[in-house]
């Protein structure tokens, strides 16, 4: 299907001080990257991740904005820093890949899962429209 209004989903950093972590989405085959979050809290202190997340154009909270020490992020929801519309339009099908760098340069666990949550573009037909042009004998 083609993305209509994308959702990333991923789990906890055990290890890791999301002060030190920048998590970029990227499609290859499109050429695109959107940076999820950048430091946040940087050059404050925002501790561990210990609660599943999801970055979503539409959240209230910025993700960059709403650390607040340990637990870092206490809503479950939070916009990106940079915005997931770019992949708008685009297939679902194809490699996506999470990008997750800690400028510490130490060890941390990985998140134990991280998720796509698509809202695809359903009957481009125009069917809902009434529309049947597109539509073949």
């Not at 906890?12 to 809290?41: C, Q």
């Not at 340990?70 to 820093?81: F, I, K, Q, T, V």
């Amino acid at each position: 299907g083609v993305v209509d209004d994308l959702k990333v989903l991923f789990s906890y950093f055990e290890t890791a001080l999301l002060t030190n972590l920048r998590v970029t989405l990227s499609k290859p085959d499109i050429g695109t990257s959107v940076v999820l979050m950048d430091e946040p809290g940087s050059p404050g202190f925002c501790g561990s991740l210990t609660t599943p997340v999801f970055f979503d154009d539409d959240a209230a909270f910025s993700v960059q904005d709403d650390c607040q020490g340990d637990p870092s992020l206490p809503e479950n929801e939070y916009r990106p820093l940079g915005s997931l519309e770019v992949f708008d339009g685009q297939l679902l099908a194809g490699e996506w890949i999470l990008e997750i760098v800690d400028s510490s340069a130490q060890p941390f666990d990985l998140p134990e899962f991280w998720c796509l949550i698509p809202e695809p573009k359903l009957h481009q037909d125009g069917f809902e429209s009434g529309d049947t042009t597109a539509w073949s004998p």
